[in-house]
């Protein structure tokens, strides 16, 4: 079966970045898009933009531009998310989840930023 | 960017009642939007994409209906497991956007 499995929960401090990775299995990794999305705590839903894997095309939301970088690893499936220049209000849940649209989703990692 | 808007916000109901969420989008985004189930602590579940298509798995009291810029989530007979955060999202167009949420309670 389809599968999303992410990396555990991180502890960061404004300022840095963090890595998220996100391993796929139950299917062909290179023949489907993989998104991100946050939930920041108590909100809804934003998504963050997407990656093709087969070719590490990628599109971000706007708002993350020089900020994020999404990228794959076709050899062993992953998908990772990095955040860069933190903030606190980027303290949430980071989900990947699989086009199309967003037919499976991982368990999520929370991202904490704290000084 | 598309604004998605979601009604009601927050919604008590009973088991066995019928309920409608509605989304409605700021322009047309012919039938891309998707719905979704979110419980507490968890990942969103996929429920309905092509506005109307069901994803496997998901019971036949789920509906969903629309086109161009108005859709609804209709949940034909409450079970307890329905209690949830329902969110709609759009993917005609970039930024894909979501819902605020629907959260549905027990009355």
């Known amino acids: 079966q389809v599968q999303l499995v992410q990396s555990g929960a991180e502890v960061t401090k404004p300022g840095a970045s963090v890595k998220v990775s996100c391993k796929a299995s139950g299917y062909t990794f290179t023949d489907y898009y993989i998104h991100w999305v946050r939930q920041a705590p108590g909100q809804g839903l934003e998504w963050m933009g997407w990656i093709k894997p087969n070719s590490g095309g990628t599109n971000y939301v706007q708002k993350f531009q020089g900020r994020v970088s999404m990228t794959s690893d076709t050899s062993i499936s992953t998908a990772y998310m990095e955040l860069s220049r933190l903030t606190t209000d980027d303290t949430a849940v980071y989900y990947c989840?699989?086009?199309?649209?967003?037919?499976?989703w991982g368990q999520g990692t929370l991202v904490t930023v704290s000084s | 960017d598309i604004q998605m808007t979601q009604s009601p916000s927050s919604l008590s109901a009973s088991v066995g009642d019928r309920v409608t969420i509605t989304c409605r989008a700021s322009?047309?985004?012919?039938?891309?939007l998707a719905w979704f189930q979110q419980k507490p602590g968890k990942a969103p579940k996929s429920l309905i994409y092509?506005?109307?298509s069901f994803q496997s798995g998901v019971p036949s009291r789920f509906r969903g209906s629309g086109s161009g810029t108005d859709f609804t989530l209709t949940i034909s007979s409450l079970q307890p497991e329905d209690f949830a955060t329902y969110y709609c999202?759009?993917?005609?167009?970039?930024?894909?956007?979501f819902g605020q949420g629907t959260k549905l309670e027990i009355k």
């Open positions: 092509g506005a109307s």
């Open positions: 989840a699989r086009d199309s649209p967003l037919s499976y």
């Open positions: 999202q759009q993917y005609n167009t970039y930024p894909f956007t």
């Open positions: 322009q047309g985004i012919s039938n891309y």
